[in-house]
């Protein structure tokens, strides 16, 4: 049974830096691929970036590009998202989420599995 359990959400001032946990555990993920995706009251969710495990190949969505990182630790099994220059726009619960198939979307239903979700607020 995979579980996806993310951390290090919070509150921040505009400008400032968040790094986001997500501890992966059940399977082998060297085959997976893992992305961050993040959702607004009211809205759908919006793709952030994505890490295709084995190889550490990254894609981001435009609005984050060039602000967030996405990276991988394999010893921890763990991914992270290093968020600066945060804006208020920023603002929402983030997802990690994993496609055991590999096939690097920015589609959400392309994963099968999600955790339970993160706040992160940015203060203007």
């Known amino acids: 049974q995979v579980q996806l359990v993310e951390s290090g959400g919070g509150l921040v001032q505009a400008g400032g830096s968040l790094r986001l946990s997500c501890a992966a555990s059940?399977?082998?993920?060297?085959?997976?691929?893992m992305a961050w995706f993040r959702q607004t009251p009211g809205a759908e969710s919006e793709f952030v970036a994505r890490?295709?495990?084995?190889?550490?190949?990254?894609y981001y969505a435009g609005s984050v590009k060039g602000r967030f990182t996405i990276s991988r630790d394999n010893a921890k099994n763990t991914v992270y998202l290093q968020m600066d220059s945060l804006k208020p726009e920023d603002t929402a619960v983030y997802y990690c989420?994993?496609?055991?198939?590999?096939?690097?979307?920015?589609?959400?239903?392309?994963?099968?599995?999600w955790g339970q979700g993160t706040q992160v607020t940015v203060s203007s």
């Open positions: 989420a994993a496609d055991s198939r590999g096939r690097a979307s920015g589609w959400a239903p392309t994963y099968d599995y």
């Open positions: 890490i295709r495990w084995s190889e550490g190949t990254t």
């Open positions: 059940g399977r082998t993920f060297s085959n997976y691929v």
